[in-house]
């Protein structure tokens, strides 16, 4: 009977979505009715902590104390409702393909004054809500093929502040909402 009743409570925590993960020791959280706001703003962090599931603002800028150097490839693969990332002021040198697909929701990216030296290929794909990518201040050199794929919504890049010196064919493809580069 005792067995019965802890699975009865176990699939009506589930069943109301109350397990959705919990917030980073070192950040501070706030949930409303879009998912948890997860704010790491200045924590002095060295990586991207592992974030609840409905998480959907993520702010790992910083001002003097992050110094996150890399995104790794599954670090967002379970927070299907973010809208919102902020990874700008780090020390971030490589981004690397396929990091933000499955973000179907994801409209605001912003990644700028880090240490990025490419955009390779399949790095932006598939982000069809994406509308503001901020990229500048970063050590950008070389846009490869492919780089910015099937971006259907977004209309800003801001791209100022590198040092382009290559952008391979194709490296933009189906931006049919771009308006400002």
Known sequence: MN??????????????????????????????SSGSNVNCYSKNLGHIPDLPSDTYIIDLSYISNNQISAIPVNTFVDCELLQTIYLHNNKISAI???TFMNLHNLRYLSVYNNKIRSLESNMFINMTNLTQLYLHYNKIRLLES????????????????????????????????????
Not at 10 to 27: N, R, Y
Not at 169 to 178: I, M, P, V, W, Y
């Open 146 to 181: 492919y780089a910015f794929i099937n971006m259907t919504n977004l209309y800003y890049i801001n791209l100022s502040g590198n040092n382009i010196s290559h952008i391979e064919e194709n490296a933009f493809g189906n931006l049919t909402s771009l308006s400002t580069l």
């Open 96 to 98: 690397e393909p396929f």
């Open 3 to 32: 067995e019965e009743i802890t699975f009865l409570l176990f699939l009506v925590v589930i069943s109301t979505g109350l397990v959705k993960g919990t917030c980073p020791s070192t950040c501070s959280c706030s949930s409303g």
